[in-house]
């Protein structure tokens, strides 16, 4: 299954200023799958060191972390050559080992030229621990997601589609077969979602009910983890966000609406955890009248999607309002979509840093307005709501291209594309072309 993030591997493999890597992600995204194919496909030499299924390799890194030693035993321990230029060393579940973390400052101090990648399933506790010391400027980061729905056509084999996607234009849009085309596999991504397990299942032709019990296996497993989190959350905490909190996608996150009998508290710590782990990201409120966005942000106001829009909506029980309903933008109030989109903004963002997403809302008597997410593109603003395909007046939008005094308003929906009065029409299965998109009307 290729994957998007193979270019920015490639780039760091070839690049004479790299330094050790870490791929960071929730559990199940396909971390380990796609590093050691990467390793396979691109080294002469490639050594995986799991830190969870092999506890003896701990030993090597509890005294001095001599990078020369600790390789030549690491050599020895596998039978694998480590070559400097020709052997990829991985380190998988490195969070198992936090000491191994710290070897990386000194490989990169006395050997840069070795290729070196980490990942783990719950590395980010590891990253946030108060007495965890990272080797701040010695490590780079990579962010690994589910499959986009860009990622999806690739591995479905619509890679003609997804191609015609990239070479998308104002002056050359999709006739109207092509149009409807993706919006019936839009569908069927917005049923499967982007869990690798999901997408090579349904690709070899699972049926529905198979898909829908491997999403709640993936379910069962995720809760199984809170058990990792005992320290520092309750379980039946963390288990209720997780179970609400994709119902809540689209909404404005309020605390008592998970379960008013909860201490605030309580519920904020197990959010936190969950987004920590990758599971949730948060939309922060804006007043988005400068860049960066996050200058102006809220922690108090903010909406909550799902870091996957298929086990989304097999714990919210849409399946059938997404397989039945001929527009997807307004399945369940237009929480689908939104979810959609804001998977999407995440997925195509660069994924050397860890992106952000945000909103706009005014709540004035007689004049509310709300903007689903504001786009920064290029030292500028743009307001992007997702509706559904009724035309309608896109009030907020107008009240925000107004008052900010911005050219450009996108929609994202299931109508063509266009570009009318000041308005960019976009395709919900186009968002991986939107840059460009703007880019044109400018």
Request: charge should be neutral.
């Amino acid at each position: 299954m290729k994957r998007d993030i193979e270019n920015d591997l490639l780039e760091w493999k070839e690049s004479p200023l790299k330094k050790p890597l870490l791929v960071r992600g929730a559990r199940q995204v396909g971390k380990s799958y796609t590093l050691t194919q990467f390793g396979r496909d691109h080294f002469k030499h490639l050594l995986v060191v799991n830190f969870d299924k092999t506890v003896e390799v701990h030993k090597f890194f509890t005294s001095n972390l001599n990078p020369a030693k600790i390789l030549r035993d690491l050599s020895a321990y596998y039978n694998t050559d480590i070559v400097a230029g020709q052997t990829l060393v991985f380190f998988d579940e490195i969070q198992e080992c936090p000491r191994a973390i710290l070897f990386l400052r000194y490989l990169f101090e006395e050997m840069p030229e070795l290729h070196v990648i980490g990942a783990g399933s719950l590395l980010e506790f590891v990253l946030h621990a108060e007495d965890f010391k990272m080797p701040v400027g010695r490590v780079d980061y990579l962010w690994m997601k589910p499959l986009s729905f860009g990622e999806f056509l690739d591995a479905t084999g619509h890679t003609k589609l997804r191609q015609e996607i990239q070479e998308l234009t104002l002056e050359n849009p999709f006739n109207e077969s092509i149009h409807k085309k993706l919006l019936e596999i839009l569908k069927e991504y917005a049923y499967v979602g982007g869990m690798p397990a999901a997408v090579d299942a349904f690709s070899k032709g699972a049926s529905l009910k198979q898909i829908r019990e491997l999403q709640e296996s993936l379910i069962r497993t995720y809760r199984d983890d809170f058990g990792k989190y005992a320290a520092r959350a309750h379980y039946r905490y963390l288990d209720k966000v997780f179970l609400l909190g994709p119902k809540m996608a689209g909404k404005k996150f309020k605390y008592s609406h998970v379960d008013d009998s909860l201490q605030i508290r309580d519920i904020k710590n197990a959010l936190e955890l969950l987004i920590q782990a990758g599971l949730f990201y948060k939309i922060k409120h804006t007043s988005a009248r400068r860049i960066p966005l996050e200058a102006e942000a809220s922690e108090k106001k903010f909406k909550v999607i799902f870091f996957d829009i298929g086990l989304m909506q097999r714990i919210s029980g849409l399946e059938n309002e997404i397989y039945f309903k001929a527009d997807i933008t307004s399945v369940h109030q237009g929480s689908v979509a939104e979810q959609i989109a804001g998977q999407e903004i995440l997925a195509y963002a660069d994924r050397h840093t860890d992106p952000k997403l945000y909103f706009w809302t005014r709540e004035e008597r007689g004049s509310s307005a709300e903007i689903d997410y504001l786009i920064a593109h290029e030292a500028d603003i743009y307001p992007l709501e997702v509706k559904s395909a009724n035309p309608g007046r896109l009030k907020s939008l107008r009240l925000f291209m107004r008052e900010r005094s911005v050219k450009i308003g996108i929609r994202l929906s299931h109508l063509p594309l266009s570009f009318h009065d000041q308005v960019l029409s976009v395709p919900v299965y186009a968002v991986e072309r939107m840059p460009a998109l703007i880019h044109a009307c400018l």
